[in-house]
């Protein structure tokens, strides 16, 4: 039988580890508050490097995770949308001080709120 406190304690390893060998998030567009934003650098930097290790098999899964993370921590109703992908476009309406459009290495990750 597993050990759920060492399992936990992989868990934050490999997510420290993640955070020190993922790239750094390059911004194109912010309105959103310095919490907010951490939360998703961190959030897709993890999802990035489980996408590279073969963990999350599309950038939908990297999507998925960001938005259903926010809907949790940063609202109570499901108001947050994502796209994540090396190619995309988009045109969006987004509440103010509530859109992220940043880049991890090729994966561009679009964040907004709308309600």
């Avoid at 039988?1 to 420290?16: C, F, I, L, V």
């Avoid at 949308?81 to 988009?90: I, R």
């Avoid at 969006?92 to 880049?103: C, L, M, P, Q």
Wanted: hydrophobic content about 40%; proline content about 3%.
């Amino acid at each position: 039988m597993s050990n759920p406190r060492s399992a936990r304690t992989a868990r934050k390893d490999q997510k420290e580890k993640d955070m020190k060998e993922s790239p750094e998030p390059r911004i194109q567009f912010v309105t959103m508050d310095e919490k907010m934003l951490e939360s998703a650098f961190e959030t897709a930097r993890e999802g990035y490097m489980q996408k590279q290790r073969g963990e999350l098999a599309h950038w939908r899964d990297v999507a998925r995770k960001i938005k259903e993370k926010f809907d949790v921590e940063f609202s109570k109703a499901k108001v947050w949308n994502c796209v994540v992908g090396k190619d995309f476009g988009s045109f969006v309406s987004f509440n103010a001080k509530n859109v992220a459009y940043f880049y991890i290495a090729e994966m561009g990750v679009l964040l907004w709120k709308h309600a």
